[in-house]
């Protein structure tokens, strides 16, 4: 079983900066890609970004620009950088990864929200 756990969320106004970081565990794993999705109140869970164990990048047109993804694979840890947020990126941010513990499967991590008032 692979754990992610997200922190870094909060309160930001319109222009301002915050960086998600969200750190995966678990015993005998190999994680590939990782990546962040957020939902907003009454709509679906959208990708942000995503990132692979090589360092191939994959925004949402939304937020290129403005965000970058990172991670550091020794700490299996990914980030998520958002600069320049706006009102509209309020959302619970989501920390993704596909792991394996003997057999391949999707992770979610818990949540963190993420609140950008104008």
């Known amino acids: 079983q692979v754990q992610l756990v997200e922190s870094g969320g909060g309160l930001v106004q319109a222009g301002g900066s915050l960086r998600l970081s969200c750190a995966a565990s678990?015993?005998?794993?190999?994680?590939?890609?990782m990546g962040w999705y957020r939902q907003a109140p009454g709509k679906q869970r959208d990708l942000v970004a995503t990132?692979?164990?090589?360092?191939?990048?994959n925004y949402a047109d939304s937020v290129k620009g403005r965000f970058t993804i990172s991670r550091d694979n020794a700490k299996n840890t990914v980030y998520l950088q958002m600069n320049s947020l706006k009102p509209e990126d309020t959302a619970v941010y989501y920390c993704?990864?596909?792991?394996?513990?003997?057999?391949?499967?999707?992770?979610w991590g818990q949540g963190t929200q993420v609140t950008v008032s104008s």
């Open positions: 993704n990864a596909d792991g394996y513990t003997g057999s391949w499967n999707n992770y």
């Open positions: 678990g015993s005998m794993f190999s994680i590939t890609v």
């Open positions: 990132i692979t164990r090589g360092g191939i990048r």
